[in-house]
């Protein structure tokens, strides 16, 4: 039987909600500053996390923001394939730099520091969910107006630790039209409740198909969920995702920089509303 709270966190090992969660925060590296922080994130995996990312990282580096995207899914990393690429981070001692995009899009995945790109990351949970907080404390990010986190599908250790570590100032969840949507979107308001992290908005990817030859949508998947769930769970926003061949094509060929972002605008409209936690927060 759990002993009764004392409200005394300095003498309790527990991870309780009474905790300070600012005492979990990793520093970033001395230097750094990112401004905002907003994690993709999704209660399963294939709805698209990472597509979403990438194209509200490309859509805010054309309204002029300085981004960067943090792949946190450290087994699956797919965000510099999207961009085309290839290169490998370099570092120093205790310092990783990120790589850039043909954009001027700051990036850091798993897949810049291995030898191939198709090397398998074999790895107990702590360790992966410990890679993903070195990209936030061992970067030298520079200078970032908006860092986007790629996050793994779930709810297990790298979510945890970057929800702890990292100071989130909103996430997005990403669904599909599907029936289970509404337990993918449960799983994940319970999480950014749990850990005291605000939702921002929904992304409903592969929501609709325009027909190419009269115009009209078809509802591939079933009927839209967006606007009922996220009045629903509070959600202050949502965007509809076609699922589209040009930005699959440019998302093959590398060259995701080049796709339609507009889609997205009303979640985004909510990011830039979004305010920065706190600049001891996010600072070294």
Known sequence: MAEE???DCSSCSS?????????????LHEGVRVKRVIAVASGKGGVGKSLTAALLAVRAAARGYRVGILDADITGPSIPKMFGVSARAMGTEGSIYPVYTAGGIQ???MNLLLEHESDPVVWRG???????????TDVVWDDVDIMFIDMPPGTGDVPLSVFQSIPLSGIVVVTTPQDLVEMIVGKAVSMAKLMNV?????????SYLVCPDCGKKIDLFGESKAEKLCARYGIPAFSRMPLDRLTAQLADEGKVENADTDA??????KIEQS??????????
């Not at 991870?15 to 520093?27: A, E, L």
């Not at 360790?127 to 990209?135: E, M, N, P, R, T």
């Not at 997205?264 to 409209?269: I, K, N, S």
Request: hydrophobic residues 45%; aromatic residues 10%; charged residues 20%.
């Open 5 to 7: 709270c004392t409200h």
């Open 15 to 27: 991870n309780c909600g009474s905790r300070d969660k600012k005492s979990f925060i990793k520093p």
């Open 107 to 109: 990036m850091m995945s």
């Open 126 to 136: 702590t360790l992966i969910a410990g890679a993903a907080v070195q990209f936030w």
């Open 198 to 206: 605000p939702i921002l908005g929904m992304v409903e990817n592969m």
């Open 264 to 269: 997205l605008a009303d979640v985004f409209v």
């Open 275 to 284: 305010r920065e936690i706190g600049d001891y927060l996010h600072e070294a």
